[in-house]
């Protein structure tokens, strides 16, 4: 069976190809901005033109752009391949890079993540040893971060700030992107067919009430 994964909810945008649980090829690209260009074209590069069983896509939290894009693109995939279409949570994602990243301290399993969520706040999150979420994802204050402390193991694009405002000793932040290849270190307990966005925090702008008709 092969798997493509999508993941855009960040300033980078990825995407992998598995076979029978292999990686086989991917694709990563920090771009900020963009998602909409660069994404099917990073699909059709894929061998097969990236053409699969399953489709795992990013739920965000992240950039409410980002997030749409990749599950625009799923969603219409899913249905041209009669693929079956999966979501995940991002900062999960994150958290399994840390897991699988070398030289990680054995001891070290609880994991914070803590990601760029814009307007000068932060996503941040706790994850048992197993790798499942023990907290509600919440868009924080850096002030706001620091106050509600971290485990000693901190990932995601924001970690080495988080850890320096924390006093206790902490192991080497792992500073990263969320990136496709890494979604076979996914616990299946986070894929869901519930392909609704996680935001993590209210939309920017409000939808306009409907006029009343006189």
Not at 27 to 45: F, S
Not at 112 to 140: K, Y
Not at 181 to 191: E, Q
Request: charge should be negative.
């Amino acid at each position: 069976m092969r798997v493509l994964a999508i993941e855009t909810a960040s300033e980078a945008c990825s995407v992998a190809l598995f076979e029978g649980g292999n990686l086989i090829a991917h694709d990563h690209r920090v771009l900020g901005r963009g998602h909409a260009e660069y994404l099917i074209p990073m699909i059709g590069a894929l061998p097969g033109k990236g053409r699969a069983d399953q489709i795992l896509v990013s739920l965000g939290p992240g950039s409410f752009t980002g997030v749409r894009v990749g599950l625009a693109a799923a969603r219409a995939l899913g249905i041209a391949w009669k693929a079956e279409v999966l979501g995940y949570p991002t900062l999960a994602l994150v958290a399994a890079m840390a897991r699988m990243k070398a030289g990680l301290p054995s001891d070290a399993h609880e994991i914070t993540v803590c990601m760029n969520a814009g307007h000068g706040e932060w996503f941040i999150a706790d994850f048992d040893a197993d790798g499942r979420p023990e907290t509600q994802v919440a868009s924080l204050s850096p002030e706001a971060a620091a106050q509600r402390g971290a485990y000693a193991c901190i990932a995601g694009n924001r970690a080495r700030e988080l850890a320096e405002t924390q006093t206790d000793e902490l192991f080497q932040p792992f500073e990263t992107l969320p990136n496709a290849a890494s979604v076979d270190g996914l616990l299946d307990d986070c894929l869901t067919r519930d392909l609704t966005p996680i935001y993590g925090r209210a939309p920017d702008a409000t939808p306009q009430k409907p006029r009343k008709v006189v």
